[in-house]
């Protein structure tokens, strides 16, 4: 380990059992030296799995429902008074969307289920950045982080609704971004990380056959989620300071491909 987190401090949203991306964050974080407080939604406590990580890693649990102003006021100040002081980095890594669990087809949403994924999944990033610029929460030169995929930019058409929220969560971190960083010297970037088998991931329709259409499409395959946290943990590092408002891809090459040779040979005739 490089001790790149050495005397850091930052609130991990997210981490709902051993598979979840925000889970491997957390164990790199505690692994680089950076102290912190875990947080989910009061649901996600009953699984109760986060009291292992939270064991592990030395850390608090605070519950919080990422949608609500008030649980985000408490959960923030709390941190700072159980890390003793400011705060220098933020994981946002949450995902639902309701349209998808009840199996609503894109072309026929129920706006109301539209609303409460689009709130989970986007605004919530906006409320959280809301209640730590109000309460000047962030440390000069510190980092925010939300995890994002790139349905936000290309169709996927089983991604559902969350294409919709993950290009509402992008454009917040642009948006808030320039705020952060004119007034705080605080940057706010998006990672935009391979499909990977997590409870949100794997609740995706196809997921395993674009998982697998991925893996063939870049050039060093998918990004797992332990990848995704090595690349978190340089962005909360010092040696990422000027890297801001950006929308990062960590998949492989994925994004950047038209075909491959493999994928080609998949739809080849046979000699
Ligand atoms: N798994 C993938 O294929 C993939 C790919 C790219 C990006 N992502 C993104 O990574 C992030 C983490 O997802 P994951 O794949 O680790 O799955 P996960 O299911 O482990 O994590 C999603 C988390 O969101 C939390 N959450 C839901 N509603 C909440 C609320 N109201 N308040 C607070 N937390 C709430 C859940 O409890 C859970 O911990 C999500 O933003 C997801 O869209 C995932």
Redesign the pocket.
């Known amino acids: 380990m490089y001790n790149l987190l050495k005397g850091k401090k930052g609130i991990i ?5 051993e ?4 889970w491997k964050i957390a164990e790199r974080a505690h692994e680089e030296g950076a102290t912190f407080v875990l947080t ?2 009061p649901v ?1 406590m009953r699984m109760g799995a986060i009291k292992e990580l939270a064991k592990k890693t030395g850390s608090e649990i605070i519950p ?4 609500s102003i008030e649980d985000l006021e408490i959960l923030i100040n709390k941190s700072m008074k159980i890390l003793g002081g400011k705060l220098d980095f933020i994981l946002h ?4 969307s309701v349209n998808v669990r009840k199996g609503n087809h894109y072309t026929e949403q129920n706006y109301k289920f539209t609303e409460k994924g689009w709130d ?2 986007a605004v ?1 990033f906006h409320k959280v950045m809301n209640v730590l610029y109000r309460q000047d929460a962030m440390n000069k030169w510190g980092s925010i982080v939300a ?3 790139m349905a936000a930019q290309r169709v996927f058409p089983d991604y559902n609704d ?1 294409a919709d929220n993950k290009a509402y969560l992008e454009s917040i971190a642009r948006s808030f971004g320039y705020f952060f960083g004119v007034e705080k010297k605080v940057r706010v970037n998006t990672i ?5 088998p ?4 794997s609740g995706v329709k196809g997921f395993e056959g674009f998982f697998n259409y991925a893996e063939k499409m870049s050039p060093l395959g998918n990004a797992t989620a332990l990848e995704c946290a090595d690349y978190t943990i340089t962005l909360f590092s010092d040696l990422t300071k000027k890297v801001t408002l950006q929308n990062l891809f960590h998949d492989g090459g994925f994004s950047n491909m038209g075909v491959s040779q493999s994928i080609i040979e998949s739809f080849s005739a046979k000699s």
Do not use: R
């Open positions: 949203f997210g981490a709902l059992d598979k979840s991306i925000a989910n939604a996600a919080a429902d990422a949608t890594s949450i995902g639902m989970i999944s919530s995890l994002t995929y969350m935009s990380q391979s499909p990977t997590t409870t949100a991931g």
